[in-house]
């Protein structure tokens, strides 16, 4: 899958993970395949703003609200299911606000919706 990176000036860089993993391999580390896209767009890249919370989605919301411009959201749920972390209302307000994307450890909801927002 490529990465794309946007950087400050909004230029789009594409890269194939591989490629990266060779020309960086002291810097790269790839995740388990443990995660899966739900978004309108297959690949991303930015800045990281992390947020840990556990069954609770108010710091994903309070963030989505901000300027994300080149920037994704990852957020440590801890891996649990019983609590949505993200549907589409936080997805389509995060879009609006310029973020590239999710990366989700924990449950996500209302993804058909979300499958049609430009958003990864």
Not at 81 to 86: F, G, Q, V
Not at 106 to 116: A, S
């Given at each position: 899958m490529p990465v794309i990176y946007i950087s400050e000036d909004q230029t789009k860089m594409h890269f194939l993970t591989p490629d990266l993993c060779d020309a960086y391999p002291e810097l790269v580390r790839v995740v388990e395949p443990i995660f899966k896209n739900y978004g309108g767009i297959s690949s991303f890249g930015g800045e990281i703003v992390t947020i840990k919370c556990f069954e609770d989605n108010s710091h994903v919301?309070?963030?989505a609200v901000k300027n994300g411009r080149g920037k994704v959201m990852v957020v440590d749920g801890g891996g649990s299911?019983?609590?949505?972390?993200?549907g589409d209302l936080i997805a389509e307000t995060a879009y609006k606000n310029g973020w590239q994307g999710?990366?989700?450890y924990?449950?996500?909801?209302?993804?058909?919706?979300?499958?049609?927002i430009n958003i990864a």
């Open positions: 919301k309070e963030t299911l019983k609590r949505a972390l993200l999710f990366i989700i924990g449950c996500v909801r209302d993804v058909e919706i979300i499958g049609g």
